[in-house]
C-alpha cells in the first residue's frame, strides 16, 4: 500500500505499515522529532500536531488514515526566522522550562487562539487541559496567551501548512 | 463476494463492505471510528476504517428530533446541540468528556460500542435521553432501544448507523465526577431528563448511572419513586442514597473503588436535579 | 566576603537562551538523537516480584530478525550502590522487584528488540513477595538480601541488619526525661504516606557508542559523574574508559539522580561496536520509577501547657523498595526535616530503609522532607489543639531561630523562620482557621513552616576568557528544565567578569571537559556551581588585571570590570575595553583561564548525636512559609485550593522571575502530591498505575495562581547570599493542604493523598487510623543501635 502524507507542505511517500501512528513516522521515519512521545495513549497532548488545521493526538492517527490530510507539526508552524504569536509570547513571558511541552501546546493554543480571540483565563485553562506541563504549572504559559489576541498584541493567525 | 485487501488497515466507501469484511476475518479484525480506542488496544488486528463512508458523520436537528451519525464527533455533536435545553446532558457529556484533541477524534459510535470501555459519557446521556440506535447487520437495518441495545450481549457482526433522539420540552443534565478537575476518566456519572410541570412535578423522568457499573443503565427503581412526583434537590437525594446499594454493584478499578461510585450517586443525583430546576426557570 | 562588583550587576531576570529552541521543537533531547546505523534496546523484566531464577536462555531471541546482541548478568560483573554496595545491573540469582532487568537485547528497530526480548525464555521460580514494610519487619521475616552483611560497605557508620538496610539516629538529651515530667501534655501521631512519581516528559534515554576503547554516553541524567562512576564499577572496567555527555534534558525532578539505563547501552555498544539508544516506555518509566518512597511515621512529643516541646522522639520507615538506593542516604534527612522548624528541648530520632520486593524507590524533589514536613505539621497543629493555644503563635514561639540548636545539635544562624513567619502573618492577614460556607463546602485555612536544605558538595568550574571579549563557563552542569544553567550562572559569570550574560557561553555536561560534580539537583546547581564558577572567575580576574594594571598604571584594587571594559574605579571612559586587555595578555603570558571549586563547608554538629548519618549537619539550611484555603465538598470529598501563598527564603534572588516559575510549578507537583497521584502495588508487586490515565497529574485546571513572596537577606555561603530556589516550593504543600483540609473537617489528617475517597472517609468517620502496630510507642524498639 503506498500511501502520501502530506507534511508541512511537502508530499512524502509512505509505505510502511498503515497501522503505524503518526507520532511514530514523523518521529521514527522521517525524523521530524519536534512532535515527542510522551505518554502513548492521548493525554498528555505532547504529539499535538495539526490535521487540516484542527489539532490532534498524533500518538492515535494511524497513518493509513490521512490520505489527503494537510498535516502541520511544529516544525511547519512557523520557521526560525519567525515564530508565531503564541510562541512569540511564549518567548517574551519566558516560561519555557524544560521544553518537552511545548511543542504541543504551541499546536493547541495557536488554534484556540485563532478562534478564541479574547478568551477569559478560565476558557484558557480549560482549552489547556489536554497539554499537560509538568514543569510550569501552568499559570504563566495562561499569562503569556492573555496578553494576545484582542487582549493585547494582535490576533493569532491560523496555522497554515 | 468481494476481495479483502491485503492490508491491515482498510478503509471501506460502504457499511455493507465493513460488515462483510468484519463477518469474515472476525476476531482478527476491528472496525475502527476515530480511532482512540482501537489505537492504544487492538493495535495488532486488521482495522477497518468507516470513515471514507458518506453520511456517517451527518447530525440533522428539527424541532422533531436529532439524528446523529456514528461517526460525528463529541466536538461535533457538542457544537450542533449546545443551546438546546432538552439536550443538555448531550451537550455536556459530548462537551466535556475526556481532553478537546480527543473530542475532536473521538466518535458517537466509538464511546457507544467499545464494550471494555467502562467510563463512556454519551452512554449514560442518550439512556436519559430516550434514544434509539439504528444498526446495520447482514440481516438488514434494525432499530432498538439503546437500553436494549447496550443490555443485548454482542453476538454477532453490526454496525451502528446513526442514534435518534426525539425531541422534548423537558430539560437534561449530565454530571460527571472526576478526582481531577479534568482529564480523568469519570469515576460515577449521572444524566437526568424530565419535563418539570408549572406545580414542581416531575414527569417522564429517566435517570442513567454510567461509570459505577461496567455498562451505562437507567435507574428505573428512583425514575419509579420520582416520576409524576413534587421533588427537590434535598428528596431526590435521600431516595437515591436510600437505593442506590441496593440498584447498583460499584466496580473496583484502578481508577476507583466501587463504594465511592456509589457513596457519591445521591449527591450527583441532587446535582443533576438542580442543574434542570434552574434550566427550567429560564436561568 | 565582599564582592569585587555590585551584587545588583548579577541581578536580573535574564530570559532563557534555549526556549526558542524549545519552542520550535529544534531542541535534540536524548530521545530524539539518532544516527544511521544506530541500534535499538529493549529490556527483559522480570514480571515476578520475588523468586529464584532458574534458567534466562537467549537463543530463541539471538536468532530473530534484525537482533545483534543481547546482555545478561554474565556482563555484568559489579554491585553498586549508596553507603552499601548491594544492587546488580542484572537480577542475578533472584529477582527482587517486579519490573528487574532480566536482560536487554539491541536490534536493528525497537519493534524488533521488543520482540525478540519477549522471546527470551525465562523460568523463575516464585518466592512470596514481602510487599509491604511491615512485612519485612515482622519476626522471622525471610531476608531480601540474605547476604546483607557481606555486601561491601561503601560508608562507615550505620546499623544494618535483617530487611533493614540502613538505620539512622540521632539522640540529644534526655527525652525519657521530658517525657516522664509530670507538668507535660503527651501527644502522638501516626502518619502513612504513598509514593510519588516523577513524571518527566522526557523519559529515562540514553543512547551510548564504544570507541577508541571507551564507552561513550550520551543520556539524560542530572549527574554524568555518577553515571561515569557507577557504569564503571558496574562493568568492572577504569573510570576513565567512561565518558559521559548530556543534552537538554527533558525533566529530571530526582529521577535522573541516578545511574539507571546507561550500562546496559554501554554493554551492548561494546558488543555490537555499534551506536545503541535505549529508552524507557512510558510503562516502564512509570512501573520502575525511583519514586518518593512511601513512609511510615510516628511522632511523640512531651509539651507543657506553655507551649515548649521539651521532648520529641519519631521513627519513620522508609521503604527503599529492592535494594537500598537514595534512601539510605536519605535517612540522613529525617532528622533535618521531622527534627527540624522548632526548637527541642531533647529528641530521639530513628529513620530505617526498609527492603521489600518492590521497585526501588529514589530521590524527588525534597524528598522525605515533603512527607516529613507533612507528619510534622499535622502533628504540630494536633498539640496545638491539645494545649488549647493557636498555631500561628505556637509556631512564632517555637521556630528555630539564631543560635538555636537543631535535632543534631548543629547551631543555627539567623533569624529567618520567625520574620518570614511574621512577613506571612501580616500580609496575609487573619487566619479564620475552619467554617462552612454558603456552597455547602467545607473551608478550612493553615499556615505550615518547612525545612529543608541545599544540597552541597563538590563541583567544579574553569572559565575561558576568549579574545573576543566573550567567556566559556565549563562545568558539568545539566540544564533540566530550572534555568539555572542559562540564567543564574551565566548572569554569576557575567557581573564578576563586567560583560553581558549573552556574552557567557555556558559549555553542555562533558565529564572530558569539566571536573567532578555532584550533580544537578538538591537545589544546588546555583550555590555549588555557581561557587566553583565564581572562584574560577576572581582566578581570571586577578590574570586580566594584573595586565591591566600594568597597561593602565593603576594598582588592581582601583580597577572594575564593568560593560566589557576595564575602568579605573569611578572614572568611566579612563579605562580600555576587555579585548584590548586579553589581547595584552595573550601576547605576554598566552590565554586566560581560570578554575575552582566548592564542596561543603562543614557546618559541626554536636559530636556523637547522630549515627548512620552521611550529613551531620546542613550547611546551608532553606526554609519555607506556606500558606493556604481550601474548600471540601463534603458530598464527594473533592478539595479545591482557594488561594495559596507562598515565602520562601532564597537568600538573594539571581533572577526573580525564574523563581517565579519553579514556585508555580513546584508548588503545582505538591498539589499533585497532595491529592491526587496515588501509586498502588498490587499482589504482583507491581505499580497499578502505569500510564497517564491513571497516574494523576495536575491539569491546568488543578492549580491557580500561586501568591510569593521572596525573602531575601538570609545568611548563606552561596555565591551572593544566594540559595537554590528550585526544590524547595514542593517541600510544604503536603503539609499545608492537609493541615488545611484538617481544619475545614474538622478532623485530623493522617495519610497522604487526600484522594477524593480519602477525604470522604474521614469525613465519614471510616478512616480511624493507621494502623502502624509494627512501630513501638517506646523508641529503643524500633531500632537495632538502640534496642536491648
Known amino acids: 500500500m503506498v500511501l502520501t502524507l502530506m507534511i508541512n507542505g511537502d508530499p512524502v511517500p509512505y509505505h510502511g505499515d498503515p497501522r503505524r501512528s503518526l507520532l511514530e513516522v514523523l518521529r521514527d521515519d522521517l525524523h521530524l522529532t519536534g512532535t515527542k512521545d510522551v505518554c502513548g495513549e492521548g493525554f498528555c497532548g505532547a504529539c499535538t500536531v495539526q490535521i487540516d488545521g484542527v489539532p490532534k493526538v498524533a500518538c492515535l492517527l494511524p497513518v493509513g488514515s490521512l490520505a489527503g490530510a494537510e498535516i502541520t507539526t511544529i516544525e511547519g508552524v512557523s520557521n526560525i526566522e519567525t515564530l508565531n504569536a503564541v510562541q512569540k509570547a511564549f518567548l517574551e513571558y519566558d516560561v519555557v522550562q524544560c521544553g518537552m511541552c511545548f511543542p504541543g501546546m504551541v499546536l493547541s493554543m495557536t488554534h484556540f487562539m485563532a478562534e478564541n480571540p479574547s478568551p477569559t483565563r478560565a476558557e484558557l485553562k480549560s482549552a489547556m487541559t489536554g497539554n499537560i506541563c509538568r514543569c510550569t504549572g501552568y499559570e504563566r504559559i495562561i499569562d503569556a496567551l492573555l496578553s494576545l489576541g484582542s487582549n493585547g498584541l494582535g490576533p493569532v493567525e491560523e496555522v497554515r501548512p | ?212 457499573e461496567k455498562r451505562a443503565r437507567r435507574w428505573h427503581a428512583l425514575e419509579a419513586l420520582c416520576d409524576d412526583q413534587k421533588m427537590t434537590s434535598d428528596s431526590i437525594r435521600a431516595h437515591a442514597a436510600a437505593r442506590a446499594s441496593q440498584d447498583f454493584v460499584g466496580r473496583d478499578a484502578v481508577d476507583g473503588q466501587g463504594w465511592y461510585r456509589l457513596r457519591v450517586l445521591p449527591a450527583l443525583v441532587a446535582q443533576a436535579f438542580t442543574d434542570i430546576s434552574l434550566s427550567a426557570q429560564g436561568a | 566576603m565582599t564582592l569585587p562588583y555590585p551584587p545588583n550587576t548579577a541581578v536580573m531576570n535574564l530570559p532563557r537562551r534555549d526556549a526558542k529552541d524549545k519552542l520550535l521543537g529544534r531542541t535534540r533531547y536524548t530521545v530524539d538523537e539518532s544516527s544511521h546505523g544506530m541500534l535499538h534496546a529493549a529490556a527483559r523484566r522480570s514480571e515476578t516480584a520475588s523468586g529464584r531464577i532458574v534458567k534466562i536462555d537467549v537463543t530463541p531471541a539471538l536468532s530473530m530478525p534484525g537482533v545483534k546482541a543481547i546482555a545478561t548478568r554474565e556482563d555484568a560483573p559489579g554491585l553498586h550502590g549508596i553507603g552499601i554496595a548491594d544492587h546488580p545491573l542484572f537480577a542475578k540469582d533472584v529477582v527482587r522487584y517486579h519490573g528487574e532487568p532480566l536482560a536487554v537485547v539491541a536490534a536493528t528497530t525497537l519493534a524488533q528488540a521488543r520482540a525478540a526480548a519477549a522471546a527470551i525464555l525465562v523460568e523463575i521460580d516464585p518466592i512470596a513477595p514481602i510487599l509491604t514494610m511491615a512485612e519485612a519487619l515482622a519476626k522471622d521475616a525471610p531476608l531480601i538480601h540474605p547476604d546483607w552483611a557481606s555486601y561491601e560497605i561503601l560508608r562507615e557508620g550505620a546499623a544494618r541488619g535483617g530487611n533493614i538496610a540502613w538505620e539512622a539516629t540521632v539522640v540529644r538529651g534526655d527525652t525519657d526525661a521530658a517525657f516522664a515530667r ?143 538506593g537514595e534512601q539510605v542516604f536519605l535517612t540522613t534527612m529525617t532528622a533535618h526535616t521531622l527534627g527540624g522548624n522548632y526548637r527541642l528541648g531533647s529528641v530521639k530520632i530513628a529513620s530505617q530503609a526498609v527492603y521489600t520486593n518492590t521497585p526501588p524507590n529514589g530521590a524527588f524533589r525534597a524528598c522525605n522532607g515533603v512527607y516529613n514536613t507533612f507528619a510534622l505539621e499535622c502533628h504540630t497543629d494536633e498539640i496545638c489543639k491539645a494545649i488549647g493555644m493557636d498555631p500561628l503563635t505556637f509556631r512564632r514561639r517555637n521556630v528555630v531561630g539564631d543560635g538555636d540548636i537543631g535535632a543534631t545539635g548543629q547551631v543555627f544562624e539567623g ?374
Open chain 3, 182 to 324: 509530670d507538668d507535660v501534655i503527651l501527644v502522638e501521631g501516626t502518619y502513612r504516606v504513598g509514593r510519588q512519581s516523577h513524571v518527566p516528559f522526557e523519559p529515562r534515554a540514553v543512547v551510548a557508542s564504544y570507541e577508541d576503547g571507551r564507552f561513550h554516553i550520551h543520556t539524560s541524567t542530572q549527574v554524568p559523574w555518577t553515571v561515569r562512576h557507577v557504569t564503571a564499577k558496574i562493568l568492572g572496567v577504569p573510570e576513565t574508559a567512561i565518558h559521559v555527555t548530556v543534552p537538554a534534558v527533558g525533566g529530571g525532578f530526582g529521577l535522573k539522580f541516578d545511574c539507571s539505563l546507561e550500562p546496559f547501552a554501554a554493554i551492548l555498544a561494546h558488543k555490537t561496536g555499534r551506536k545503541v539508544s535505549l529508552v524507557n516506555s512510558r510503562r516502564e518509566e512509570q512501573m520502575t520509577c525511583l519514586s518518593r518512597e512511601n513512609a511510615d511515621i510516628l511522632i511523640r512529643s512531651a509539651v507543657t501547657p506553655e507551649g515548649d516541646i521539651v521532648g520529641r522522639e519519631a521513627t519513620v520507615l522508609m521503604d527503599c523498595g529492592a535494594y537500598g
Open chain 3, 415 to 788: 533569624d529567618v523562620l520567625r520574620p518570614m513567619l511574621d512577613l506571612a502573618i501580616d500580609t496575609y492577614g487573619p487566619h479564620e482557621r475552619a467554617k462552612k460556607g454558603p456552597d455547602g463546602r467545607l473551608y478550612g485555612r493553615a499556615t505550615t513552616v518547612g525545612t529543608w536544605f541545599i544540597f552541597v558538595g563538590p563541583s567544579s568550574a574553569t572559565v575561558n576568557l576568549n579574545v573576543d571579549g566573550s567567556a566559556t563557563l565549563v562545568t558539568s552542569g545539566v540544564e533540566i528544565g530550572s534555568g539555572t544553567m542559562v540564567q543564574s550562572l551565566p548572569q554569576i559569570v557575567a557581573a564578576n567578569l563586567g560583560i553581558h550574560p549573552d556574552a557567557v557561553i555556558v559549555k553542555t555536561a562533558d565529564t572530558d571537559a569539566s571536573g567532578r560534580d555532584l550533580g544537578v539537583g538538591g537545589g544546588r546547581t546555583t550555590v555549588s556551581i555557581g561557587a566553583a564558577s565564581q572562584e574560577a572567575c576572581a582566578e581570571v580576574r586577578s590574570k586580566l588585571l594584573a595586565v591591566a594594571s600594568q597597561m593602565l598604571q593603576t594598582p588592581q584594587d582601583d580597577l572594575v570590570l564593568a560593560q566589557g571594559r576595564v575602568e579605573i574605579r569611578d572614572r568611566p571612559g579612563s579605562g580600555t575595553t576587555i579585548q584590548t586587555v586579553i589581547a595584552q595578555a595573550e601576547l605576554e603570558h598566552g590565554p586566560i583561564s581560570g578554575s575552582g571549586a566548592f564542596t561543603a563547608p562543614g557546618i559541626p554538629a554536636m559530636p556523637g548525636c547522630a549515627a548512620g548519618h552521611f550529613i551531620d549537619a546542613i550547611d546551608i539550611p532553606v526554609f519555607a512559609v506556606h500558606d493556604c484555603d481550601v474548600a471540601v465538598d463534603p458530598d464527594t470529598g473533592k478539595v479545591e485550593i482557594l488561594a495559596y501563598r507562598v515565602i520562601q527564603d532564597v537568600g538573594r534572588a539571581l533572577n526573580p522571575r525564574a523563581i517565579h516559575g519553579q514556585i508555580q510549578g513546584g508548588v503545582t507537583q505538591g498539589i499533585g502530591y497532595a491529592l491526587h497521584e496515588e501509586i498502588t502495588i498490587n499482589a504482583e508487586g507491581a505499580f497499578d498505575q502505569t500510564c497517564f490515565s491513571s497516574y494523576r497529574i495536575p491539569t491546568a485546571l488543578d492549580t491557580l495562581p500561586i501568591d510569593y513572596h521572596l525573602y531575601e537577606g538570609a545568611p548563606s555561603c552561596g555565591p551572593l547570599g544566594t540559595k537554590g530556589a528550585g526544590e524547595v516550593p514542593i517541600l510544604n504543600v503536603g503539609a499545608t493542604i492537609a493541615c488545611a483540609v484538617a481544619n475545614a473537617i474538622g478532623t485530623p489528617v493522617n495519610a497522604l493523598p487526600l484522594t477524593a475517597p480519602r477525604v470522604l472517609g474521614l469525613i465519614d468517620g471510616l478512616s480511624l487510623g493507621v494502623d502502624l502496630s509494627h512501630l513501638s510507642r517506646h523508641w529503643h524498639e524500633n531500632t537495632i543501635a538502640f534496642s536491648k
Open chain 2, 1 to 212: 463476494m468481494m476481495e479483502i485487501p491485503q492490508q491491515s488497515l482498510i478503509s471501506v466507501t460502504r457499511v455493507s463492505q465493513a460488515l462483510d469484511i468484519l463477518t469474515r476475518l472476525g476476531e482478527t479484525a476491528t472496525v475502527m471510528a476515530g480511532g482512540t480506542w482501537v489505537m492504544r488496544e487492538a493495535r495488532e488486528r486488521t482495522f477497518i476504517s468507516l470513515a471514507e463512508i458518506p453520511d456517517l458523520t451527518d447530525i440533522t436537528l428539527d424541532d422533531q428530533v436529532l439524528v446523529v451519525g456514528a461517526m460525528a464527533t463529541h466536538q461535533d455533536i457538542c457544537n450542533a446541540v449546545i443551546g438546546a435545553p432538552d439536550l443538555a446532558a448531550l451537550a455536556t457529556a459530548a462537551g466535556k468528556s475526556a481532553t478537546p484533541a480527543i473530542r475532536r477524534m473521538a466518535t458517537l459510535g466509538g464511546n457507544l460500542c467499545a464494550r471494555d470501555f467502562h467510563s463512556a459519557d454519551l452512554a449514560p446521556a442518550l439512556l436519559a435521553l430516550n434514544a434509539k440506535v439504528t444498526l446495520e447487520t447482514s440481516s438488514g437495518r434494525e432499530t432498538l432501544s439503546l437500553e436494549d441495545h447496550l443490555n443485548t450481549p454482542v453476538d454477532r457482526p453490526h454496525i451502528l448507523h446513526h442514534v435518534t433522539v426525539p425531541r422534548t420540552s423537558g430539560r437534561s443534565a449530565h454530571v460527571r465526577l472526576m478526582q481531577r478537575q479534568a482529564g480523568d476518566y469519570p469515576l460515577a456519572v449521572v444524566s437526568l431528563s424530565a419535563a418539570i410541570h408549572p406545580d414542581g412535578t416531575l414527569h417522564d423522568l429517566r435517570i442513567a448511572v454510567g461509570s459505577v
